[in-house]
């Protein structure tokens, strides 16, 4: 089902039909339509891109001890707002509050594969990861590119600690190594 990381080496096995960030993959809107009778969605295209578009699966952490997490998504879009192919450089990082992503307060999508730092890419326009915190407060994540409009989304985080600006360690930056 899904593509996953391997102990053969540095590289992904890419035999699932959602990849390793867990975005559906053209295989898996071909079942879904083939079993499940549902149309696939239209395919995006190349274009001129001008901004990102950044979703979450949840804008509410109703936990703060390591268990819940929200799956971000960016989009690369065109001046319309329609999703579009191309692959740009894209770093997502905490601008305010708590939290962190797999290697720290930020994290950065680049177009390509075949090295260590391109296991984290940008594909066909879409690049996924998740965000965690261990405080409770407001979180911005802000989806920068150079050269496009930046996109944000807000988390909110319940229970305790608290966040408290200036006195809360941020979170420590990982270098990303390649699994």
Known sequence: MFDYGSQMGTTYIHTGI???????????????????????????TSGTAAGLKLTASTTTLAAV????????LITVVDASGKAISNTV??????????????????????????????DIAILDGQAAIDFR????????????????????????????????EGQTPPADTRPYTGQ
């Open 18 to 44: 959602v990849d390793y960030f867990r975005i559906p993959k053209r295989a898996y809107y071909w079942y879904r339509n083939t079993y499940a009778k549902v149309a696939p969605p239209t395919w995006p």
């Open 65 to 72: 001890d390591g268990t819940q997490d929200a799956w971000l």
């Open 89 to 118: 450089t894209v770093t997502l990082a905490v601008t305010s509050g708590p939290g962190e992503f797999p290697t720290g307060p930020s994290i950065t999508f680049t177009p390509g594969t075949g090295t260590a730092a391109n």
């Open 133 to 164: 915190t261990y405080y409770s407060g407001t979180s911005v994540i802000t989806a920068s590119s150079p050269g496009l409009t930046s996109a944000t989304v807000t988390i909110t985080s319940q229970g305790s600690p608290a966040f408290v």
